[in-house]
């Protein structure tokens, strides 16, 4: 069982940058993918990042390069750095987990996260 908290979200300006992170429970966390996905008001959920266990880091289109992806296994966290924040990267934000790789870059996870909103506007 894994449980998941993020915090960080909140009102920023274009071309700002906020850090998501996410607490993670459980003495396995390491072992598992971690993603965090989006959903705007009347969209669907969309896959932001992943980073699997040892590391290796995948990226939507629409964020690479602006947005960095990161964990600390020590600390059973993980974290997203949002530079250059967009307008249209207004949604709330969720961190999940899964023990599949694949199952991660689908954006599908075992384990999700309450959410946090980041509304990107001046």
């Known amino acids: 069982q894994v449980q998941l908290v993020e915090s960080g979200g909140g009102l920023v300006q274009p071309g700002g940058s906020l850090r998501l992170s996410c607490a993670a429970s459980?003495?396995?966390?390491?072992?598992?993918?971690m993603g965090w996905a989006r959903q705007a008001p009347g969209k669907q959920r969309e896959l932001v990042a992943v980073?699997?266990?040892?590391?290796?880091?995948n990226y939507a289109s629409s964020v690479k390069g602006r947005f960095t992806m990161s964990r600390d296994n020590a600390k059973n966290m993980v974290y997203l750095q949002m530079d250059s924040l967009k307008p249209e990267d207004t949604a709330v934000y969720y961190c999940y987990a899964d023990r599949s790789w694949v199952r991660t870059m689908s954006a599908r996870g075992d384990y999700w996260g309450q959410g946090t909103q980041v509304t990107v506007s001046s």
């Open positions: 980073i699997g266990s040892a590391g290796t880091t």
């Open positions: 459980g003495s396995i966390f390491r072992i598992y993918a």
